[in-house]
């Protein structure tokens, strides 16, 4: 069993950044893909950004490519998302998810195991 917490989330204005974190405990995050989704209010969760278990690979949503990144450190059991250059778009909860297929890393029906999110709200 893995448990995933988020953090970093807040208020930032138009063109701000923010550094989200998602730290592991169970299990070590070395050998799993990781995602980030995100969930605005009544609207169904949606894909960022996911990482290989290696960090050779990484994929991107179309509405953040060249915006965000992600990374990881798997020494410190942890994922990061760089977000740059913030829209009031990006308002919403976000997710760290664990355990994606290479397959379907945009489907958030590939992940097992989910944070409980952490809240950006990027202000105009």
């Known amino acids: 069993q893995v448990q995933l917490v988020e953090s970093g989330g807040g208020l930032v204005q138009v063109g701000g950044s923010l550094r989200l974190s998602c730290a592991a405990s169970?299990?070590?995050?070395?050998?799993?893909?990781m995602g980030w989704f995100l969930q605005a209010p009544g609207k169904e969760r949606e894909f960022v950004a996911a990482i290989s278990s290696s960090s050779g690979a990484t994929w991107y949503g179309d509405s953040v490519k060249g915006r965000f990144t992600i990374s990881r450190d798997n020494a410190k059991n942890t994922v990061y998302l760089q977000m740059n250059s913030l829209k009031p778009e990006d308002t919403a909860l976000y997710y760290c998810?664990?355990?994606?297929?290479?397959?379907?890393?945009?489907?958030?029906?590939?992940?097992?195991?989910w944070g409980q999110g952490t809240q950006v709200t990027v202000s105009s």
């Open positions: 169970g299990r070590a995050l070395s050998s799993y893909l």
């Open positions: 998810a664990a355990g994606g297929s290479v397959f379907r890393v945009t489907s958030k029906m590939s992940y097992n195991y």
